[in-house]
């Protein structure tokens, strides 16, 4: 702690020790420098943001894919597919693709989405409700924390 000094005599005396003059707070009033070596202070920022990085949960969004047409096996194996998915702490996006006159029968589409989320046996909660895109209906789930 040096005190209020000038800018011209804060640099003289970083300058004379072999050091760096870094503002650390410009806002402040007067503002906050500090007087140590850029290369270390430089070095400590960028190991302090590795460690949040590190620290961060980076959570995916898998994709299933389902059809209008699918049998019971079929869908109990996704459903437990995307249990495995949850239980790794990832979301799932359960996507159901009509195709040609399939997208005539829109509510037999939605029971069939309906079944796979009644499937699936870990607790979720539905981030995105089922709903209807172009020829896809989709839905986002994640595990209720």
């Known amino acids: 702690m040096l005190g209020v000094m000038t800018t011209s005599k804060a640099l003289e005396l970083a ?19 500090k007087i140590l070596s850029f290369d270390k202070y430089r070095y400590h920022l960028e190991k302090a943001v590795a460690a949040q990085r590190k620290r961060q949960k980076k959570i995916d969004v898998k994709g299933i894919r389902l ?26 996006k359960a ?13 037999f589409a939605f029971e069939v989405l309906k079944k796979f989320l009644g499937a699936v046996k870990l607790p979720y909660v539905i981030e995105q409700e089922p709903k209807r895109l172009g020829n896809m209906i989709t839905a986002v789930i994640g595990l209720k924390t």
């Open 67 to 92: 059809s209008i047409r699918i049998g019971v096996h079929d869908l109990e194996f996704k459903a437990r597919q995307a249990e495995k998915f949850l239980s790794h702490g990832d979301k799932v």
């Open 15 to 33: 300058h004379s020790q072999g050091l760096d003059l870094i503002e650390v707070s410009p806002k402040a009033n007067p503002p906050v420098a």
């Open 95 to 107: 996507e159901l693709i009509l195709r040609g006159r399939e997208r005539a029968n829109i509510g």
